[in-house]
């Protein structure tokens, strides 16, 4: 199973660059010696090929091979760098083609995507149009720089792009398990200083601190003498793979194994059964249990005999089939012809800004990401730039300047990638008339066919389409010079008049009044740009009665984080019932210059459609923003419940009352184990983590509830707390439950490990897998936690 290489051989294929730089570096060796580890890098690079699913592939031998690349940094800063994929097909090594002993490496775990053209600011900015088709980039999870690429040749940059999309794709469709014995495996290499494919009792202990587990010398010994058969002192081949065998065992796993199989080493297909109907509480039948065998069973002779072992029990756990997560969620599910504003729809703020609001950049890969993310409503402050091209940027801050233009290129591009339905393009217009005019010729030259620009049908809507209608569509909110059905009434308006500013930058700072006797500041807005608002009119909003009495349903305000809290907690029915007929937009305090966010879910709970965060800033509150959005397929909509559409209903978060949404259902958890959680201090190798977890309930305020297990000292391998948890739930159509690992610590702050947060309607019951999620959002691909749910009425 393992196959251990020593950490000098540096070496995938042999090529020239590659034995060169492996000569250099590695101690003197024979000429037997060198041929024997290029072999054995050889063979590690095509298990791990294997294990991918990409043995013998012609991209994955190019990489493996590595070639010379020109980095480019800026105008003057461009330099050749040898990169190449390394045996373990995943870690990649840049280094100076003339320095072989500087280098620097990266693990295609932490790329986001690789991108082919001239696509990032860098690249525009530093490249000449004419390498379009030579240039790449390597874009990373969080704020690290991308890597700006170029390639002698067109055909060796799409050869570099599609195979790192090939291994990175491999990469995350890997399951759990087979993360999970791909992360030992690199530890264990890591441990073996010296190179020879053995484990001395110190590489042991050396290797369990990799893991992230603090064991006493005598328990260390003890596993070791009982491994160490050939009574060696070391352990190699066989004796590894015993040690393996006895770190890993799951003995909460085994326990549920034995209570329902029959037999002592395999479990029947009818034994399964039993436990799926009964434990996890799956209405399935035999039939459904046979696939279960027949799709994770390892062993073929019980998979003929439709029994399951132990391991396949395992890796039906390490499967979507196993996890908390209702894989029928997965997929988009919903109903998408109800009315547009009857969703919430994953909005962001800002979104050009790559870090706070004073003084970080601005950047198209701000828009990507966000997009990326499943974000359908996108904003842009628009301001005069210079030869006539207007600029998105924080006005009146040291935030840097972005081309409109180049923001609407990278919206077309990655727009419809992680989802197909409608996309908000929400405008702050500064702009003066002719930038404006430039801004509508963009808009409609760029998005083309997708950019909607006349109501949908022949008549004067009275409602919203829903967003199955609207599928590749953008639709822009800003200010408009007149009403909708000048649109089909062919009235003209002035090719330029004024309207007043009600956008963000135009209201009072936090704690501060507008004297009543002020008028608004009025800004002239240009017909080429007003025509192009269709279902999203920007408002100013006086009240609910005069939004109901004089406003139509496209016309929507936006309201400040303050203002519109104060609405959900101390008028929330009205404004429940506002957001039936119209849409809400709701963006953070002016004073949250650190681009912090507010909690989202007291205003989800009143209704309110685009809740707009801060998308850049890992953080509690996107944490719930993504758990919110992870059912439907991911795709950024999502249907409000009833109750928060049917103009007959009463429902009231805070002052609570009996009707349709009052479903009282107990909550049990039983937290029972995590494994392999990620160490927070990789540099220190005696570090290792404390965990407890908190479960979390988020919701209507009567159901907002948090309870934590005790902290397990010196194990973040493998801890087990056993705990159980109860929760009475009002309203679970709202509620979402939020799993938090911290590391403790006694004398600070306890430190984040992982999260996962999920919607109480999308969880399974039963014993179930929670996968972890990082600051950012991106899975921890073999940390997890392990669970048992249950949910009951409250009667």
């Known amino acids: 199973m393992f196959v251990f290489l020593p950490k000098k051989v540096d070496c995938g294929i042999p090529l020239k660059n590659a034995t060169m ?117 390597v874009i990373f999870i969080g704020r690290r720089k991308n890597l700006d690429l170029i390639a002698s040749s067109k055909d060796e940059a799409k050869q570099w792009v599609r195979g790192l999309e090939k291994v990175i794709s491999s990469m995350r469709n ?93 479990m029947s297909s009818d034994d399964l059964l039993n436990f ?9 039948g035999l039939e459904y249990a046979h696939k279960i065998i027949e799709k994770y069973e390892v062993d073929e002779t019980a998979k003929q005999m439709k029994q399951m072992t132990k391991d396949g029990f395992l890796m039906y756990f390490s499967h979507e089939e196993g996890s908390i997560f209702n894989s029928a969620h997965k997929d988009v599910y919903q109903d998408m012809r109800q009315p547009f504003n009857h969703y919430f729809i994953s909005s962001s703020h800002n979104t050009y800004l790559m870090e706070d609001q004073l003084k970080g950049p601005s950047s198209t890969e701000a828009y990507i990401k966000a997009l990326l993310k499943g974000c359908r409503c996108v904003e842009l402050d628009c301001w005069d730039g210079a030869n006539g091209e207007p600029v998105i940027y924080h006005g009146h801050t040291l935030t840097s ?23 908000i393009l929400s405008l702050e217009n500064h702009c003066s008339v002719e930038q404006q005019k430039t801004m509508a010729h963009h808009l409609t030259s760029i998005l083309g066919s997708a950019l909607l620009t006349q109501p949908l049908g022949n008549y004067m809507p009275t409602t919203f389409p829903g967003p199955e209608e609207l599928k590749g569509r953008f639709l822009i909110k800003g200010k408009r010079l007149n009403k909708l059905a000048a649109s089909f009434n062919n009235n003209s308006t002035e090719d330029v008049d004024s309207v007043s500013e009600e956008d963000e930058s135009a209201e009072p700072k936090e704690n501060e009044e507008k004297p009543k006797d002020q008028k608004s500041k009025k800004i002239k807005l240009a017909k080429e740009l007003s025509d192009l608002v269709i279902y999203c009119k920007s408002v100013h909003f006086s009240s609910f009665d005069h939004s109901k009495e004089n406003q139509a349903f496209y016309e929507m305000a936006s309201f400040k984080e303050s ?50 965060l801060n998308f850049q800033t890992p953080c509690r509150e996107m944490d719930l923003n993504q758990g919110c959005f992870l059912p439907n397929g991911k795709c950024g909509y999502k249907l409000k419940p009833e109750f928060l559409r049917d103009p007959a209903s009463q429902f009231n978060p805070v002052n609570l009352s009996v009707g349709p949404w009052l479903q009282k259902k107990y909550l049990h958890v039983m937290v029972i184990s995590a494994q392999q959680l990620p160490k927070l201090n990789k540099d220190k190798q005696s570090s290792i983590v404390d965990p407890l977890v908190k479960v979390e309930v988020w919701g209507i305020q009567a159901d907002n509830a948090m309870q934590q297990t005790n902290h397990i000292d010196n194990n973040g391998f493998n801890p087990m707390w056993n705990s159980k948890f109860k929760f009475l739930v009002y309203v679970p159509e709202l509620a979402l439950v939020r799993f ?25 019951m039963g014993y179930r ?27």
């Open 21 to 137: 730089s492996c000569l250099r570096k590695s101690r003197q060796r024979t000429v037997s010696e060198e041929l024997k580890y290029q072999e054995q890098c050889k063979n590690v690079a095509q298990e791990n090929g294997k294990r991918l699913g990409l043995e013998g592939d012609v991209d994955l031998q190019f990489l493996l091979r590595g070639g010379d690349l020109l980095k480019v940094k800026s105008g003057s800063w461009k330099k050749t760098r040898f990169l190449q994929l390394k045996e373990d097909c995943k870690t990649v090594w840049q280094q100076s083609s003339k320095r072989f002993k500087s280098h620097q490496i990266f693990s295609l775990e932490d790329v986001n995507s690789v991108r082919h053209g001239r696509q990032t600011d860098g690249l525009k900015k530093y490249t000449e149009p004419s390498m379009e088709d030579r240039c790449f980039s």
């Open 174 to 266: 890997l399951n759990r398990q087979q993360n999970s014995e791909h992360w030992i495996y690199t530890c264990m290499r890591k441990a073996d200083k010296n190179g020879d494919n053995k484990m001395t009792l110190k590489e042991v202990k050396n290797f369990m601190r990799q893991i992230n587990l603090e064991v006493d010398d005598s328990y260390a010994e003890m596993l070791f003498t009982k491994c160490d058969t050939s009574k060696s002192g070391t352990l190699e081949d066989s004796e590894i793979k015993h040690f393996y065998e006895l770190l890993t065992y799951r003995e909460e796993v085994d326990v549920i194994f034995k209570k329902y199989g029959h037999y002592k080493e395999q």
């Open 276 to 284: 799926l109907q009964h434990e996890q509480r799956e209405p399935v």
């Open 401 to 423: 300047k972005v081309l409109f233009k180049d923001v609407i290129k990278a919206i077309k591009e990655y727009a419809f990638k992680t989802s197909k339905y409608p996309v």
């Open 563 to 612: 203002k519109a809290v104060n609405f959900a907690e101390n008028s929330a029915t009205a404004y429940i019932h506002h957001n039936m007929d119209k849409l809400s937009r709701i963006y953070p305090a002016g004073s949250r210059t650190d681009s912090s966010n507010y909690n989202p879910v007291p205003l989800w709970n009143a209704g309110c459609q685009i809740v707009a």
């Open 740 to 764: 938090l690992v911290k590391d403790y610590d006694a004398s600070s702050h306890n430190d984040f490990v992982g999260q996962y947060t999920i919607p109480f309607t999308s969880m399974q």
């Open 769 to 795: 897998h929670v996968p972890l999620l990082t600051k950012r959002g991106d899975l921890i691909p073999s940390a997890g936690l392990f669970v048992h749910i249950m949910i009951l009425d409250a009667v």
